[in-house]
T-cell receptor, first 116, second 115 residues
Framework: AQKVTQAQTEISVVEKEDVTLDCVYE???????LFWYKQPPSGELVFLIR??????QNEISGRYSWNFQKSTSSFNFTITASQVVDSAVYFC?????????????FGPGTRLSVLP | KAGVTQTPRYLIKTRGQQVTLSCSPI?????VSWYQQTPGQGLQFLFE???????NKGNFPGRFSGRQFSNSRSEMNVSTLELGDSALYLC??????????????FGPGTRLTVL
């Protein structure tokens, strides 16, 4: 069975601070995919990044960066110089097939509040 | 391209009634998945449809069903509604390649309230 843990339920930071959101996953598959989604108050999940299990390179996109470490089964997300617009719930997700087809397993989410 | 659309956006029903939710995927996407989001259980996978066939199913009772049409639009039905079915129902579409690798793009959701 697959599982995603996001131990931080809520985080509050002041604008311009850096913040890291943790994600730890469990799977017995050797091929799997990890995702991060952002859910603003409007409710729509916004895709941020996809990473496959064979690519452990860190990725940077603007103020966002991701650190994937298979040795610790972690896929952490860092926002540099946070802004108020970053306030949202962030979900880490794992895609793996028990059967053929899609079955995303989401973590419980981390609510990030960026205060002005 | 237009994003994933879901109708209606809000719905209020009473216990025992049934409800049908609709999802139109991104043009060209052939896979549609449904999720239930509640404060207590978080985001849970309901089922996935591809080419009008249910390809994968989560752990939900038979009261939850769905279907997909030839134009990839999908509907989800919940019969004999219970108070615990109150949730945000999210639909996601993807352009399937190998299945597990595909990025899912989500719609705005339908918020269902059962009284």
């Amino acid at each position: 069975a697959q599982k995603v843990t996001q131990a931080q339920t809520e985080i509050s930071v002041v604008e311009k601070e850096d913040v890291t959101l943790d994600c730890v996953y469990e799977t017995r598959d050797t091929t799997y995919y990890l995702f991060w989604y952002k859910q603003p108050p409007s409710g729509e999940l916004v895709f941020l990044i996809r990473r496959n299990s064979f690519d452990e390179q860190n990725e940077i996109s603007g103020r966002y960066s991701w650190n994937f470490q298979k040795s610790t089964s972690s896929f952490n997300f860092t926002i540099t110089a946070s802004q108020v617009v970053d306030s949202a719930v962030y979900f880490c997700a794992l895609s793996a097939d028990d059967n053929y087809g899609q079955n995303f397993v989401f973590g419980p989410g981390t609510r990030l509040s960026v205060l002005p | 391209k237009a994003g994933v659309t879901q109708t209606p956006r809000y719905l209020i029903k009473t216990r025992g009634q049934q409800v049908t939710l609709s999802c139109s995927p991104i043009s060209g996407h052939r896979s549609v998945s449904w999720y239930q989001q509640t404060p207590g259980q978080g985001l849970q996978f309901l089922f996935e449809y591809f080419s009008e066939t249910q390809r994968n199913k989560g752990n939900f009772p038979g009261r939850f069903s769905g279907r997909q049409f030839s134009n990839s639009r999908s509907e989800m039905n919940v019969s004999t509604l219970e108070l615990g079915d109150s949730a945000l129902y999210l639909c996601a579409s993807s352009y399937p390649t190998s299945g597990r690798s595909d990025t899912q793009y989500f719609g705005p959701g339908t918020r269902l309230t059962v009284l």
